[in-house]
Structures are given as C-alpha cells and as structure tokens.
Nanobody
Framework: QVQLVESGGGLVQAGGSLRLSCAASGSIFRINSMGWFRQAPGKSRELVAASPSGGMTNYADPVKGRFTISRDNAKNTVYLQMNSLKPEDTAVYYC??????????????WGQGAQVTVSS
C-alpha cells in the first residue's frame, strides 16, 4: 500500500514564507511526476506546481517567481517552498504523485491536505 503524508503549512503574515513537504511511502517501485495543487473555499482545486520525472518543473502563473517545487528522490519526497505569500494564497494544499507500485499497478495518489492561511 502506498500513501502520501504532508507536513508543514500553518498561519503566516503576508510577505512571509512557508515550506510544505510530502513524503511517499509503501510498496513503491517508481515515482513519476509529483506536484502540488490547492483549493480555496468555494473554488475548484487548481494546479500550483508540477515536477515531472526527468522533465522541467512548471508553475501556475499566480505563483511564478514566488514558489519553488523540488524533489528528493532518495527520500521519495516533494517540497513546496512558498515565499512572498499573499492572502490570496490561502487554501488547502494537496500533493499528488503518479506512482508505479511493486505490484505493477500505476495510479495517482493524493496527500491528506495542509491548510495554509495568509493574513493581511
């Protein structure tokens, strides 16, 4: 069984920084893409940043230049460094990962979500 566990998040003032982590564990053979999404109250879940396996990272326009996605493949972990936070960044942040497990099943997994609240 595979699971993603997120950590980080919390309350920060506008202009501050936070870092989210998401660790994958279980019967993993290979992790392909990893990424971060967010969902604000009353809005649909939207892509924040993505890190394809062996490919270039990409970011949603609202976070370009402020957020950085990175991966530690040895730890099966993806990070989201968020700088210059704005109140409109307030949302629940979810990580996801496209994983091939040791039973040769491939699917998309999601983390449990982490609340990020930015006060003005």
């Amino acid at each position: 069984q595979v699971q993603l566990v997120e950590s980080g998040g919390g309350l920060v003032q506008a202009g501050g920084s936070l870092r989210l982590s998401c660790a994958a564990s279980g019967s993993i053979f290979r992790i392909n893409s990893m990424g971060w999404f967010r969902q604000a109250p009353g809005k649909s879940r939207e892509l924040v940043a993505a890190s394809p396996s062996g490919g270039m990272t990409n970011y949603a326009d609202p976070v370009k230049g402020r957020f950085t996605i990175s991966r530690d493949n040895a730890k099966n972990t993806v990070y989201l460094q968020m700088n210059s936070l704005k109140p409109e960044d307030t949302a629940v942040y979810y990580c996801n990962a496209d994983i091939l497990d040791r039973g040769w099943r491939q699917r998309l997994y999601w983390g449990q979500g982490a609340q990020v609240t930015v006060s003005s």
